[in-house]
């Protein structure tokens, strides 16, 4: 319906669903409300109790199903301005809304005083798990859990920034034309005679905001999700990681009590047979197998000890009690480090895939298969590491006591860099991590079957890979990792030097209470 030309318009309810409203004529004593509703009549009157009503064919629908709850409601248009309290009300505005003035002080001070004490505790609970790490001596991890604090202090940062800047932005207008374009949704089709007729309050005619208040306030709960999925992802891969590493402390014992690094020529004979056999030498054959064997034996006893002895073969002296495992654990607690880290190429990415979520495009589906394309390269890469080590064995028939089980080279990871690796685990692990914040995001701000979730199956996938692909970073690759990393070239100083004078001093505490006793 035309609209009068002297119309002014006036927001209701800040809904995307509710449009536009407009006004028009003078008070007669009821109000006309008509609805752009595909399917029903147009018609909506108000009845003497402020109650808002709908005909339809057999039987009258209440009016707040109708604008709150109809995902095809596009117009509406209000003959009179009658009870428009009520109205809004209805239409998803809050009831009596009330500027801070007009508030009584002793709800501020509640909400105030709520968030306070939340914030205090997660701050003294990270406090104390810091000042645990360092009674603890796990330098590694209380820097990874500064990080986590910087990280979340950024996020903070832009969500204040969010905040402060909210009523400037959502001031900017853009033409209506440009706001059809690229969304996430499907198109609005903005038609010639509504974009010079429909328009915000702040805005000219023909303009629409750049994005809408309710907009920031949808981004300000993505940062919260954020920030809450940032601890706890970093907790879930850490403990998966721990556990994975506590399962090889069983092994490390019978090395330091049975001294397999004296007579080991069975763990040789079993780790060569294990990794080489039909196929070893053909490298299509070779990629095949190490990409099945992440899943089902990603590491073994014989593997573990012949990469044990290979280390203390080369950077020790062979037969010494050195605890690899402890020392694995401070390596991979190390790692975690850049794994929490967020930079700022990481941030970019993050804002190229929002660009790019147009519905047309379905990127979100499409990009889910990234983290899982690289974390399944790179745990079939590290599988292909330990099978090449057993077969240089073979060719050089190092079976014999006395010899080190593998050379430690560089040669076999990518471009002769192992931190390669751990760079592209950390880019695994964001991105996947972002998946599954978008998708809970959405799921709790617009709904599970909302417009961003319109193909089931591809939300589905999407949250399978996502969870499979956490599972095996954090339980599988990452120690996996932290293992064959060892076999490179180049040693943690700081983690063995940190371990060695720990050993020194449990060697001076001993001394002296022998000769105290001796006394």
């Not at 009584?104 to 990270?126: D, G, H, N, R, Y």
């Not at 402060?164 to 038609?191: E, H, R, W």
């Not at 050089?396 to 010899?403: A, E, L, M, T």
Request: charge should be positive; charged fraction near 20%; aromatic fraction near 14%.
């Amino acid at each position: 319906m035309a609209t009068h030309v002297q119309a002014k318009p006036i927001l209701f309810a800040n809904d995307p669903r509710l449009m536009r409203y407009w006004l028009e004529g003078k008070k007669q004593g009821k109000v006309d409300v008509f609805a752009n509703l595909p399917g029903f009549s147009d018609n909506v009157r108000v009845n003497l109790k402020g109650q808002y009503w709908m005909a339809v064919d057999c039987c009258r629908t209440p009016t707040q199903e109708i604008l709150s709850h109809n995902p095809w409601l596009l117009t509406l248009y209000f003959k009179l301005p009658f009870r428009m309290k009520s109205l809004r009300s209805m239409t998803g505005g809050a009831p009596g809304d009330r500027d801070l003035d007009r508030t009584p002080t002793w709800a501020v001070a509640s909400v105030c005083i709520v968030i306070i004490l939340i914030s205090i505790a997660l701050e003294q609970a990270l406090h104390r798990l810091g000042h645990w790490f360092t009674k603890k001596r796990m330098k590694a991890m209380f820097e990874a859990l500064e990080k986590v604090k910087t990280e979340l202090m950024i996020l903070g940062f832009i969500s204040l920034l969010l905040t402060f800047g909210q009523a400037y932005i959502s001031k900017i207008c853009i033409p209506t034309n440009y706001a059809d374009s690229m969304l996430p949704c499907g198109s609005v089709n903005f038609t010639v005679e509504e974009g010079k007729t429909s328009h915000h309050p702040s805005c000219e005619s023909g303009k629409i905001p750049f994005i809408s208040a309710k907009g920031i306030h949808h981004l300000h709960i993505f940062i919260f999700f954020l920030a809450m999925f940032h601890v706890i992802n970093s907790a879930m891969v850490m403990t998966l990681a721990r556990a994975k590493i506590n399962r090889w402390k069983g092994w490390e014992t019978q090395a330091l009590k049975y001294k397999f690094s004296n007579d080991s020529s069975g763990t040789r004979h079993a780790f060569v047979k294990q990794h080489t056999g039909f196929g070893d030498k053909n490298s299509i054959i070779l990629y095949i197998m190490s990409f099945f064997r992440q899943f089902y034996r990603s590491i073994g006893k014989d593997d573990y000890l012949t990469m044990r002895e290979g280390f203390i073969a080369a950077h020790l002296v062979p037969g010494s009690k050195f605890d690899f495992q402890r020392y694995i654990q401070r390596s991979m607690e190390d790692d975690f480090k850049v794994v929490v880290s967020i930079s700022s190429m990481l941030w970019i990415s993050v804002v190229i895939l929002m660009l790019l979520n147009v519905k047309e495009w379905e990127m979100m589906f499409w990009a889910s298969f990234i983290p899982l394309t690289i974390a399944l390269a790179v745990g079939t890469k590290l599988q292909v590491i330990i099978t090449r080590m057993a077969l240089q064995i073979k060719d050089r028939n190092i079976v014999f006591k006395g010899v080190p089980h593998v050379t430690l080279t560089d040669d076999y990871f990518w471009f002769h860099h192992p931190c390669f690796i751990l760079s592209l685990i950390h880019f695994t692990l964001f991105q996947n991590a972002f998946q599954l914040v978008y998708f809970f995001w959405i799921w709790y701000s617009f709904g599970l079957r909302s417009c961003f979730h319109g193909n089931t199956k591809h939300t589905i996938s999407r949250v399978f890979f996502g969870v499979s692909v956490q599972v095996l970073c954090s339980y599988v690759i990452l120690p996996l990792y932290a293992l064959v990393s060892q076999m490179g070239i180049h040693i943690k100083r700081s983690i063995f030097d940190e371990q060695t004078t720990e050993s020194l001093k449990k060697w001076q505490e001993n001394a002296v209470k022998h000769c105290v006793k001796q006394l």
